[in-house]
């Protein structure tokens, strides 16, 4: 080989190889989901209300059969396929929660329990409960937990067979059986993240149910970022 | 110095100072005062510290070892800096250094020493091991330790005995991504988020995972044992202080590894005993939805979890959650 083709050769491997950190950096590192921001306009202390709903699928993503949250943006009103929404710190967060999953149980019935929130207890439908018995009969479609913070929420599926037969298969979800649930905690007083998960092993076909969607952010796990 | 004034091109004539003695008697005194430095001063600051009787029996482990290793590394370098003064190359001395093949002396005493050194921290960390009750250095020994605790509980039917202060308190640590909870068989099987144990009693935590392997580790309390699924893995401690304490996961378990971690204390036997009180009537509603206490919890077969579907219509899943055949991995 002549010089100037190997020169060119090894140019043109360089290239590609930085090419291709630049792609993952990018592409896998620097890009996330937005972040859907509750706090804007909203003096620290004051109450910010919030609205997610939980998916058995994910159609508008490259993961179509992944379960999924979605998290309502206060200013358009659209559903956002992220996880990750900010706080103002100090306040009481009012979560509504609407659950379009069917049920699966838990792989540790101890997080059927609710803490955490005002009171102790969830509002499913309209009607506090404090346990869900995801062993004993269909009930709890994910949770919502953010161990920083002490609060687990199994979020309620709908429990008839009918209801889990018939569960929306076009994300996100606008009609079809589903609950509301509705909590509220306080958020700390300082800035942070905290992140959140489900406890439900949801990632079915991964090793325990717990690979996939429940260790990707902008599924089943994410952030609460809490500013001031 | 005097071998400064006598050095340059020492001759024949002239007589060597005896570097040997000289450096033996430096290092004897730099060894000294580094030991009693060790020992007296750092000492009790070395991890982890000494809130329990593991933790207190690995910081007198790290303070024998540092105690055994300054002297060789105070030696290495008393020899490095008096070469470096008083052999170093003088202005006219163009000499070689006389040839030297082997020193009969010097590799024997070098072997010797060495041996006698790694022989004495083998049967120092062997005795260590097994030296008394609930040795083990805290770590996880197993499902059958070796060495026991007076009245350790070993079978379920023991475990679940009612608590007594005089046996060794139970704590099962049950590790899932990404939280440990911690279940006290002996008050009624309940389980909790918040590790608290009692003061100048012995515990014995039973450790296991119902997902993937993690690695429990309550610093302050000189623990670290693996979460294994399908493992019991024993460790003893026996907290002497009251304190705070930290448990981290030690072993990377996925993506929030890093945030699995939490808190516990120690109190004093009376504030443990209205805890755990408190804590069995707290949780009194979701213990009873908790599986019967066993030393593990088998992840890919739990016959209720399947049990709902089927009971409800959904076959999907076949009654059987996650067959031992379908957790794989991408
Ligand atoms: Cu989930
Ligand atoms: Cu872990």
Redesign the interface.
């Known amino acids: 080989m002549s010089l100037p083709v190997r020169v060119g050769t090894l140019l043109v491997a360089f290239l590609a190889v930085v090419g291709g950190v630049i792609f993952v950096v990018i592409h896998f590192l620097l890009a996330g989901p937005p972040v859907v921001d509750y706090a804007a306009g909203v003096a620290p202390g004051q109450p910010v209300s919030i609205m997610l709903q939980e998916d058995p699928q994910n159609t508008v993503s490259n993961h179509p059969d992944w379960v999924s949250y979605f998290i309502k943006d206060p200013k358009t009103g659209a559903w956002v396929h992220t996880t990750l929404f900010q706080v103002p710190a100090g306040s009481r967060v009012n979560v509504t929660i609407l659950g379009y999953d069917g049920c699966t149980p838990l792989r540790n019935p101890f997080w059927g329990m609710v803490t955490g929130t005002i009171g102790g207890v969830e509002d499913v439908n309209g009607s506090p409960v404090s346990v869900l018995n995801s062993w004993a009969s269909c009930s709890v479609g994910h949770t919502f937990s953010i161990p920083g913070i002490g609060l687990n929420v199994p979020v309620a599926s709908p429990t008839t067979l009918s209801a889990n037969k018939n569960v929306c298969g076009l994300s996100p979800c606008t009609s079809g059986p589903h609950t509301t649930v509705t909590f509220s905690f306080n958020a700390p007083k300082s800035d942070g993240d905290y992140f959140w998960q489900c406890r439900v092993p949801c990632g079915l076909g991964y090793l325990d149910g717990f690979g996939g969607p429940m260790q990707t952010i902008g599924f089943m796990t994410g952030q609460m970022e809490v500013v001031s | 110095m005097a071998a400064e004034t006598s050095a340059p091109a020492t001759g024949a004539g002239e007589r060597e100072p005896n570097h040997g003695m000289r450096i033996f008697i430096i290092w004897l005194v730099l060894a000294l005062a580094s030991d009693l430095l060790i020992w007296f001063v750092l000492g009790p600051h070395l991890p982890p510290g000494d809130l329990a009787s593991a933790a207190n029996g690995q910081q007198f482990d790290i303070k024998v070892m540092s105690a055994m290793a300054a002297p060789v590394m105070v030696f290495v370098l008393i020899q490095f800096i008096y070469s470096l003064i008083v052999w170093r190359h003088r202005e006219g001395d163009e000499e070689d250094g006389p040839p030297i093949h082997g020193n009969t002396r010097v590799q024997v005493t070098w072997i010797t020493l060495t041996t006698v050194i790694v022989l004495c921290l083998f049967g120092f960390g062997t005795y260590e091991l097994v030296n008394g009750p609930g040795a083990g250095a805290g770590s996880g020994e197993g499902p059958s330790p070796i060495v026991n605790p007076p009245g350790a509980e070993l079978t379920v039917a023991q475990q679940m005995a009612p608590y007594s202060a005089s046996k060794p308190l139970v704590i099962q640590v ?1 590790a ?4 440990f ?1 911690y279940r006290y068989p002996q008050f009624g099987g309940f ?1 909790t ?1 918040y590790l608290a144990v009692p003061q100048n009693q012995w515990v014995e935590f039973d450790v296991t995972s ?3 392997i993690h690695d429990f580790w309550a610093y302050q309390l000189g623990v670290k044992a693996d979460a294994d ?1 399908g493992v019991n893995n024993v460790a003893y401690t026996k907290p002497l202080q009251l304190g705070s304490i930290t448990v981290r996961c030690d072993e990377l378990c ?3 590894h890093g ?1 699995m971690y ?1 808190y516990g204390s120690v109190m004093t036997q009376s504030a443990f005993q209205s805890w755990a009180t408190a804590s069995q009537a707290h ?1 009194a ?2 213990t009873k ?3 019967p206490y066993a030393t593990t919890y088998d ?2 077969e ?1 016959k ?2 399947g ?3 089927v ?4 076959t999907g899943a076949g009654g059987g ?2 067959p031992p055949n ?5």
């Open positions: 049950i899932q991504q990404w939280r909870t389980e988020t119902i997902d993937v699924p996925g993506l929030w945030a939490d949780f509603d979701v939805m908790l599986p992840p890919t739990i209720q979890l049990t709902v579907l009971k409800l219509g959904l959650y996650y379908d957790p794989s991995q991408p």
